[in-house]
């Protein structure tokens, strides 16, 4: 399970890494910015409902705040 998140947390940075460097390179002259942005934004979003559906298959478990 870490496996899967961090390869997704790797794959949203390397995402939001690519859009920096073509803005800089582009200069707005391209939509890659947009596209990178655009992907980052969709792993995000797959990442967040992968974690939701492993904690309800049990794959994952919540642990709270331990307030001691």
Same mark, same amino acid.
């Given at each position: 399970?870490r496996f899967v998140v961090i390869l997704a947390f %790797?794959? /949203? *940075?390397?995402? #939001?890494?690519?859009?920096?460097f073509y803005l800089m390179r582009d200069k707005g002259? =391209? ?11 969709? %792993?995000? /979003? *797959?990442?967040? #409902? ?12 919540? =642990? ?5």
């Open positions: 399970m %790797l794959g /949203i *940075v390397g995402s #939001l890494a690519s859009a920096l002259g =391209t939509n890659r910015t947009v596209n990178a942005l655009t992907v980052r934004i969709g %792993l995000s /979003i *797959v990442l967040f #409902l992968f974690v939701l559906f492993a904690h309800y298959m049990g794959w994952i478990q919540s =642990t709270g705040i331990a307030a001691h």
